[in-house]
Nanobody
Framework: QVQLVESGGGSVQTGGSLRLSCAAS????????MGWFRQAPGKEREGVAA????????YVDSVKGRFTISRDHDDGNTLWLEMNNLKPEDTGIYYC????????????????????WGQGTQVTVSS
């Protein structure tokens, strides 16, 4: 089994920054693709960023230039999301996810591509 535990959420004002972390344990392997998703109240879960085992990043257009996804180079089991210039529309619960199979580029930010999920961490951006 795989466990994913997020940390680093919080409340900031518009323009602020936060850094999220995700620690993977259990039968989690370097080859897995990992990603960050978010869900705002009343909205569907949205893919924010993902990174594969070749450290190739993918971003949703709304966060490009503001968010950076990264992953440790030792065992690939720690994931980060550096979020800068935060906006109120970035508010939501942020989830870490891991995919056993490498999703196609067109599917890498789709929730159905991922097998394991963390419990989420709240990010609130006030204006």
């Amino acid at each position: 089994q795989v466990q994913l535990v997020e940390s680093g959420g919080g409340s900031v004002q518009t323009g602020g920054s936060l850094r999220l972390s995700c620690a993977a344990s259990g039968n989690h392997y370097y080859s897995y693709t990992m990603g960050w998703f978010r869900q705002a109240p009343g909205k569907e879960r949205e893919g924010v960023a993902a990174i594969n085992n070749f450290y190739c990043p993918y971003y949703v257009d709304s966060v490009k230039g503001r968010f950076t996804i990264s992953r440790d180079h030792d065992d690939g089991n720690t994931l980060w999301l550096e979020m800068n210039n935060l906006k109120p529309e970035d508010t939501g619960i942020y989830y870490c996810a891991s995919a056993i199979r490498w999703p196609a580029a067109s599917q890498v930010l789709r929730a159905h591509s991922y097998n394991y999920w963390g419990q989420g961490t709240q990010v609130t951006v006030s204006s």
